[in-house]
């Protein structure tokens, strides 16, 4: 049989999925998931027990941190001294832990992060309370295990004399499992076990009214007993942590905000160049410093603010868009009976007080056993000095040592134990005093025999000395609460106000879709002419919006979509640049065009709606709030079918009359009520019946019957028409006439169709487009006074081939 042969063939799913679910458990149970009864992680475990071994207890001097790495190191944990170190550090600061375990002596880092010194640098020894998670353990109250190289032995867990894993919690990964267990107030935790031992029917509840949630040792304001009492009923739960901040009021009409707490496990130096980035950055006026004042008397963290700038404000921002607020997830996993799983609060302290029952028994039955050899011991000395002299004789006539003891067991009935310690007895315990002070101790062991069964024998008992004892340690080590808790959680709004300097601007957008925002400043200083905006050759000036920084546009486009653009988010240029595409600004798609722009203040504005007119005459009106939104990309503003697109889109604030005008010179006035409120994505209504090849080129507002209509045509033909003439009719109907379309041989053409109609009150001028590129100008005052049904006059030396494409009205 050739070497080959003797293997076995091996599949790599299998070799892989066996390794890997070995690494797995090995992570899970002696690494990173603490166990639930003294909540330590084996690291943690490992380094408090080499310390107490050796003795590095709080009576005795600190002792050098390398010292220890190694003791933990070549004992009980064949890992790397930095993650030992680590694990110690961890235990040894006090804006991580409750309650420090790990009394610590040098540099051990700060809440800027950073690093605790090397390990042969610092010092340390064991925190008095961390004496309580060991007390008794040798006394048998915990398991023991061999540890790796089998020439020592390790306690499985500690006897932990206070519930640990709430007080100090926890975060860990490992494979496939997480924890994240925040510290709690030692104060309330140990009272909620005593009410459960009390009453073990308890509810979540009555324990939450003890333990009202965690108490985090950076202090702040939690934020969320919703998210509290979930993370105690499912061990899941998320809560917002704040910092504890105030706003102070300075000299010379200045204020700063301080902040004097921050939430667990932020970085204080992050979070201070955080806020000073916002300021270098200019992402809201008003910050003029940011400095950290933190010492020997604590955190302070001062955010000083320019004259009259808003404080609520800026702090609503900093809270928003910094760590000074963080989200907090509960994620309660721990090791119960070598198991990963997730506990609610109930589930913790009844583990917590299952495991407190097992110590006091075990601690119980040993120190029994020590009792009831004293006692064994103590009757056979009171017995032996009773009956002094044939003791004494019986020993004498002994040969040696052993004859002695048998002679003792023989003649007098002393066990072998007894007989042992009448030889070893000094001769000076022979007076009267001794003699008593022995009887005195037989009746004091014999007490403590009886207390000692008696906890053994009754349960009520056992408790009795758990809530006794943990009491105790609640009296000498509990602290005020460091956190306080707030029910509801406080919305965050950062008004536009704090984050963009108010200034009136102008926008403007060409056809060929080129944006710019412009100050007032350099429109003056370029000239103050309109004609004189940068554009380039051939491209022409469609919106020009005199608006404010602090405003929104919504923009509208044939397709039924739409974009909000805040004005501060559009690009600032002088007024003779050209600008930027538009499409670097919002997603615009490359078929869409813009159809209008609407400047929009405060969309929560009462009674003002939006009122889309289609070109085959389709309306539809939506509440402006409707239109409010924080996306960036193209939002349904209309539903548009595929053979029509959106015309126009007006901003109504109620009670107005429509006017919409065809291309075959039909129009039809209507009132603004007819068309109901209705969804953003709906299709609207019929606003006009129109004949097959015609569509709608003009909607307009009417407020009353004073001034005239307008109706221009592709060759500049142009009248005005008296509005009394139109009549308000229904919706929907086919209108009246209010251009008459010349065309035949005989008869001079006045244009294929009308290009668009105004409503006239006051004279104004329009900027017609040309299809030649050129750009005319004209009053409306030039357009004659004429009937509904006439054919108008040309207002416009055209070409044969020239043609009106586009007119624009700039307010």
Not at 103 to 115: K, Q, T, V, Y
Not at 420 to 440: F, G, M, P, W
Not at 448 to 463: D, H, N, R, V, W
Not at 701 to 722: F, N, Q
Request: aromatic share 6%; with cysteine.
């Amino acid at each position: 049989m050739s070497t080959l042969e003797q293997f076995l063939p091996a599949f790599l799913e299998e070799v892989v999925g066996d390794r890997f679910g070995r690494y797995s458990k090995y992570i899970i149970q002696d690494r990173a998931i603490p166990d639930v009864r003294d909540g330590l992680k084996p690291v943690q475990r490992r380094i408090l027990y080499a310390m107490y071994d050796a003795g590095n207890t709080p009576d005795k001097p600190y002792r050098k941190s390398a010292k220890t790495v190694g003791d933990v190191m070549g004992n009980y944990h064949p890992h790397g001294d930095s993650s030992i170190y680590e694990g110690m550090v961890r235990m040894a600061q006090p804006w991580k832990m409750g309650h420090v375990l790990v009394d610590g002596h040098g540099n051990w880092g700060s809440l800027d992060d950073d690093p605790a010194a090397a390990m042969r640098y610092t010092e340390a020894r064991l925190s008095e309370i961390a004496m309580e998670l060991l007390r008794d353990i040798e006394k048998r109250t915990v398991q023991f295990k061999d540890n790796f190289d089998n020439t020592t032995k390790e306690p499985v867990v500690l006897p932990a004399r206070f519930p640990n894993l709430l007080v100090n919690g926890v975060s860990g990964i490992s494979s496939g499992f997480a924890t994240e267990i925040p510290t709690h107030n030692l104060r309330e935790v140990i009272n909620a076990c005593i009410a459960l031992i009390d009453k073990p029917e308890s509810t979540l509840e009555e324990l939450m009214s003890i333990v009202r949630g965690p108490d985090f040792p950076t202090g702040g304001i939690i934020m969320g007993s919703e998210g509290i009492r979930e993370a105690y009923r499912t061990g899941r739960g998320r809560i917002y942590h704040r910092s504890r901040t105030s706003i102070e009021d300075q000299r010379g009409g200045r204020q700063t905000i301080v902040i004097t707490e921050i939430p667990y496990q932020v970085v204080k130096s992050r979070l201070v160049t955080a806020m000073e980035n916002i300021r270098l950055e200019k992402k809201i006026e008003g910050i003029s410093e940011v400095r950290d004042e933190s010492g020997r008397e604590g955190l302070r963290i001062v955010v000083e603010l320019k004259k009259d700038a808003d404080a609520q404000g800026i702090l609503a921002y900093l809270l928003k868009k910094t760590d000074l607020q963080v989200a907090y997830n509960f994620n309660m996993v721990a090791i119960v009976n070598k198991t990963p799983k997730q506990l609610g609060l109930v589930e913790m302290l009844e583990a917590y007080i299952a495991h407190q029952k097992e110590v006091v028994t075990h601690r119980s039955r040993f120190e029994l056993e020590k009792a009831e050899d004293r006692a064994h011991v103590l009757e056979g000395l009171v017995k032996a000095l009773n009956i002094l002299d044939e003791v004494i004789a019986a020993i004498k006539a002994s040969k040696n040592r052993q004859d002695a003891q048998n002679n003792l067991v023989a003649k007098f009935g002393f066990t072998e134990r007894q007989a042992d310690a009448i030889l070893t007895l000094q001769l000076y315990r022979l007076t009267n005093l001794e003699i008593h002070s022995l009887e005195k101790e037989l009746k004091e062991v014999q007490k403590t025999i009886a207390y000692l069964q008696g906890i053994l024998g009754s349960e009520k008992k056992l408790l009795a000395v758990i809530k006794d004892e943990i009491a105790q340690i609640r009296d000498k080590y509990g602290i005020d609460r460091r956190s306080s808790i707030q029910d509801e959680i406080e919305e965050l709004k950062v008004n536009l106000e704090v984050m963009v300097t108010a200034e009136d601007v102008f926008v403007t957008l060409s056809n060929e879709g080129y944006i710019k925002r412009t100050g007032k400043l350099s429109f003056i200083r370029s000239g103050g002419e309109i004609d004189k905006t940068g554009m380039k050759e051939r491209d022409y000036l469609r919106y020009l919006l005199d608006v404010n920084t602090l405003e929104n546009l919504l923009i509208f486009t044939q397709k039924g979509q739409y974009f909000l653009l805040p004005v501060h988010q559009i690009p600032e240029y002088k007024w003779k640049d050209n600008g930027t595409a538009i499409v670097n600004v919002i997603p615009i798609p490359k078929d869409d065009r813009i159809v209008h722009v609407i400047p929009v203040k405060d969309f929560e504005d009462p009674g003002k709606s939006l009122v889309f007119v289609t070109r085959r005459g389709q309306v539809k009106r939506t509440e402006l709030k409707e239109y409010a939104t924080n996306r960036s990309i193209g939002i349904v503003a209309c539903k548009v079918s595929d053979q029509d697109a959106v015309q126009n889109v007006l901003l109504s604030t109620g009670g107005k009359e429509l006017l919409l005008v065809t291309k075959q010179g039909m129009a039809i006035r209507f009132k603004e009520d007819e068309v109901n409120p209705m969804g953003r994505a709906a299709g609207g209504v019929r606003g006009i019946q129109l004949k097959e090849d015609d569509e709608v080129v003009a909607s307009e507002w009417v407020d009353g019957d004073e001034g005239e209509v307008l109706v221009v045509s592709d060759t500049a033909y142009a009248k005005r028409s008296l509005m009394v003439d139109y009549p308000t009719q229904g919706r929907g109907g086919k209108g009246i006439f209010t251009f008459e379309i010349k065309e035949g041989k005989r008869v001079r053409p006045n244009g294929t169709g009308l290009k668009s109609a105004f409503v006239v009150k006051e004279p104004f001028e329009l900027t017609a487009i040309l299809s030649t590129g050129e750009r005319a100008v004209f009053s409306t005052e030039q357009a004659p006074i004429e009937d509904r049904k006439t054919s108008g006059k040309q207002i416009l030396p055209l070409g044969k081939t020239d043609s009106i494409t586009e007119l624009i009205k700039f307010v």
